[in-house]
């Protein structure tokens, strides 16, 4: 038996066992791109721009098809460094009070994996790929830790606040909605969980840190917030539904005033929180 | 595109993210990521807009801090 139909038996026997989300969708065979809104309208990176009104629907929602690969993609992409942290922390020294969540963290987090990179797969073969690129460093104690949870809450307020309207988005394809309400479900026990951690890390240390610190903190929290939002806009998906110029797109698309209030208006409550705490000391130039 | 254009390029792009450092002796072998003119939040950024002015095409997995060290090494890695 080849190793391929190995891994394929060992996969039935687990679902079999262990229920897991992506087992709850209704996957088609195919999807036709074209067919359906597979991202919302209001929520696509040409909303408010002039390719809003200069497309024609087919095309827009060919695009909503590899908008939805590219959201599900950087999900992936985001979720891939957050196991491995989460793995990091598991059983570590000065984590025992947070280990009976990480167990359930760890696990939510792989299975949101599972249906993001199902839909991704079967349907247009491929993730993008992920083009950030971590620098090594070094950190005062207790600011890795920090930043990592601080960096998992940015990361999944944004993400939710697409994953709740598309969730009741009942123009979307059945199967976009239901990943994005799956995943909502969970993140939203995720961010209580992150939003507390990271107020209590930064309650610990903020007295500790030097001022340098804590401006490096906040510089680097609010280009991070930047950094998020412009993986949104990757010119690849632009070029996958057929469409030339990807990368005059992109910049349009980024530079579009309507763009720039959805970008402030889906990160808002984590900007406010992470104002409210004095972790970022002004807001990102979004 | 000449590599005199590119490189003029890329060091506008790292001027323009640095606007309150002094980048007058800016050179094709300053190093970026040790004077921290690149830093790691950027370097989405960074990649896109060196795709936008016609990088050859790179597999981001294999990439390191070590490929974009200076002006020279990012010509070299990415435009050669």
């Not at chain 1, 695009?63 to 891939?80: C, D, Q, R, T, W």
């Not at chain 1, 059983?91 to 947070?98: C, I």
């Not at chain 1, 971590?134 to 990361?155: C, N, Q, W």
Request: glycine share 4%; charged share 25%; proline share 4%.
């Amino acid at each position: 038996m080849s190793l391929k139909n190995v891994t394929q038996r060992l996969s039935q026997v687990s679902a079999k066992i262990h229920k897991a989300p992506v087992d709850t969708i209704e996957w088609p065979e195919s999807v036709e791109p074209s067919s359906a809104w597979f991202t919302s309208p209001k929520l696509m990176t040409i909303a408010g721009t002039s390719f809003e009104t200069s497309l024609n629907e087919q095309t827009r929602r060919r695009l909503s098809f590899f908008e939805a690969v590219n959201f599900y993609s950087l999900n992936i992409n985001g979720e891939k460094p957050l196991v491995e942290g989460l793995n990091k922390r598991l059983y570590a020294k000065g984590q025992a009070r947070l280990l009976p969540y990480l167990h359930h963290f760890l696990d939510e987090e792989n299975k949101h994996m599972q249906f993001f990179g199902r839909f991704c797969m079967s349907y247009s073969g491929k993730v993008y790929k992920d083009k950030k690129i971590s620098f090594p460093r070094t950190y005062v104690e207790g600011e890795e830790d920090f930043l990592f949870f601080a960096k998992v809450v940015i990361f999944e307020e944004i993400a939710d606040y697409f994953n709740i309207l598309q969730a009741a988005d009942e123009n979307l394809h059945p199967v976009a909605r239901k990943i994005n309400l799956l995943h909502h479900q969970d993140e939203a026990r995720h961010l209580t969980f992150g939003r507390q951690l990271v107020l209590e890390l930064f309650e610990e240390k903020k007295t500790v840190w030097s001022t340098e610190t804590l401006q490096g903190i906040s510089i680097y929290l609010l280009s991070y917030m930047v950094a998020t939002w412009k993986e949104y806009y990757n010119p690849e998906m632009y070029r996958d539904a057929g469409l030339s110029d990807s990368y005059e797109m992109m910049t349009e698309a980024w530079n579009c005033e309507a763009q720039k209030n959805l970008r402030r208006e889906a990160s808002s409550k984590c900007i406010r929180f992470f104002l409210d705490t004095g972790i970022i000391t002004e807001e990102p130039d979004l | 595109m000449s590599d005199q254009d590119v490189k003029a390029k890329l060091k506008k792009w790292i001027i323009g993210k640095n606007p309150t450092t002094d980048l007058s002796a800016l050179s094709d072998s300053t190093p970026l990521i040790t004077q921290k003119l690149i830093t790691s939040v950027q370097m989405l950024d960074f990649i896109l807009f060196m795709e936008s002015i016609g990088a050859n095409e790179f597999d981001p997995e294999t990439l390191t801090p070590q490929s974009f060290a200076t002006i020279d090494t990012i010509y070299q890695n990415f435009f050669a």
